[in-house]
């Protein structure tokens, strides 16, 4: 029986610290249940850059499963079986911020979430450190959305293929020139724009926008067409690492239960 094939991958601007090799190793050696594991780096100066690269291998070479794990965070390995346990599309582990004090946590729970039987909490956006995508998401945000193609080749000697910008950075909203895009597409199809509507449209500069991070950013799109993205609650916190410890204990552990679900505290963990 053909296992499906699992691709771990690590985006690196420096190299990779020596706890995250010690989680490594052990995991190349007793590999994942059920899934043929292939590992793969990726450096450069940009995260975002890294991280399509990153997906581009995965849909390109004819990947499963892509889990996308952060060289500075720590008990990954350990959970890894039980981030590929759970049949949904997109899901990842928490953790926060590298900051003292009560955590700033990673994730936006969706308005009116609760955490399920496993664990789950539906969310808007996810930092993704330790994020579990099905590459038939990637497959269908690329085929469904063509403007963000783009044709690139390495080196000047190379074939050129067709790339997608899944982790792209900048500002959103009805002010940037995408949302004024989007205006103008959606006026254009109901037949109620004027030409000066339109030049007014592409030129002006309405309200402002917000700027998003990658891992959001990925996030909006994938919700936009049509995935569901999940927190695992249950498996625990990541150490998120830093130059200096970032201890969680029980008092610091805190939620605000009217944002969606509740984060169980350290014992229930």
Known sequence: MKLPRL????????????????????LIQKGVPGFDVHTL?????????????????????????LVQIDEDLMHWERYLPRLMSHNVDIVAGIYCKKKLGKPTWLFTPKPGATVDADGL???NGVATGFLRTKVRV???????NPDRRFAAKAHEGDPTTVRFDWFPMGPVGAGTAEGRLDAIRHGLAARKLTIEQVEELANGVREPGRLLGED????????RAGFRIFVDLGMGILPHLGTAP??????????DP???GALPTAEEI
């Open 7 to 26: 691709l771990i991958a690590t985006p690196l601007r420096e190299g990779a610290s020596s706890n995250y090799v010690k989680e490594l190793v052990p």
């Open 41 to 65: 780096f990726i450096s450069g100066p940009s995260v975002n850059f890294a991280r399509n690269e990153i997906a581009f291998h995965a849909f390109n070479e004819g990947f499963d499963e």
């Open 121 to 123: 909490l539906e969310v």
């Open 138 to 144: 990637l497959r269908e945000m690329m085929e469904t």
């Open 216 to 223: 959001y950013y990925f996030c909006r799109e994938a919700r």
């Open 246 to 255: 970032y201890p969680i204990t029980n008092d610091m552990v805190t939620y």
């Open 258 to 260: 009217n944002a969606g």
